[in-house]
């Protein structure tokens, strides 16, 4: 008997289908963001990140141009399982030789290559308006600035990205989730917390008031509660996201590195799932801050896939991916992140559905017991016979270090 059938039988007496958890996996669509190949830089502009976001790290390989950065998507995504949509921001335009175009005058020109490359490989296009590391971020405000010239250059910003993602759809045939983010707030205490928060919806509603085909483009916004050199008052703070998009019929998007450390996402799914179709959400690794890590097949990570799978919501809940490392091999990086969710996943798929029974029946000491008797199940196991379905290495150093050798060290 090989591995996996063994495996297989030994979850059959723990009451788990190996070969239905397996299935729903492969139909799972994550969304894979494009910033991890390029430390978050970008072709538009060069400015260095801010926005109270930060990549650390020097290692070399880093992306620098549209070939390179689709190049090296291609070497990461290819040791990914699973289906995947390509996560790109209005950064990563790509210009005419000579061509200056504003943040406000994007068009979907300026994305044909990333649908072009997209296309041929069978994959949707997500979309995120870039709202930082931008001349035009004035003392850290966009659409919430009390600047008139430059709350309204972030809102034609916003409108020509809802287009760009219209014309996503348009051509990929899948819908464009287009994610806003922005990351104004102040360092120290504030003098008025409400007037930035009411141009911020302002801002908003101007934005969402061009028309545009909700079917096609499913807007969402991410909340926040900190950043670096923003720390005593975020504009976007959870109240507002959430409120906002329960008033305005558009999409909460958590972003797990966003909340207060003892805070946790997987105990808010549940909430956001009984009051929305759908819910969307970055996965990224905190570490004692906002501060994206490569994700791992850690407590929170599987315990987040746990409350998708037992709630029934794989097809409610679109999931991302949001991390930037620039300390190790990118590659490496990307791949065991995205690799992370899908365990994650397979993990919670694998859980027998009558441990809710044993909370039911108030039998916490057997929920305990068999629960601690799942983490040593022969998970692995079926992880292997997942790759090896799709054709995948178990080993993705040893690929990753050729395409460093040959590749990011001639950079
Ligand atoms: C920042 C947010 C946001 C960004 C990306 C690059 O804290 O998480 O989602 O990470 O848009
Ligand atoms: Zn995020």
Redesign the pocket.
Known sequence: MNRYDEAKTMYAALGVDTEAALSALENVTVSVHC?QGDD?IGFDCGESLSGG?QTTGNYPGRARTPAELMADIDRAFSLMPGKKKLNL?ASYAIFAPGEAVGRDAIEPKHFEKWVAFAKERGWGIDF?PTFFAHPMVKDNLTLSSPDEAVRAYWVRHGQACIRISEYFAEQTGQPCLMNI?IPDGYKDIPADRLAPRARFKKSLEEILSIPYDKEKVIVTL?S?VF?IGLESYTVGSAEFCLSFSAANGITPLM?N??YHPTEMVSDKISSLLLFNDRIAL?LTRPVRW?S?HVVLFDDETREIAKEIVRNDALSRVLIAT?YFDASINRISAWITGVRSVHKALLFALLQPSDLKKLQDAADFTALMVKSEALKTAPFGDVWNEYLRRQDLPEDYLSPVLDYERDVLSKR
């Open positions: 910033w978050v976001i921001h995120n983010w991410e926040k950043g972003d590195g966003h970055h906002d994206d949001d």
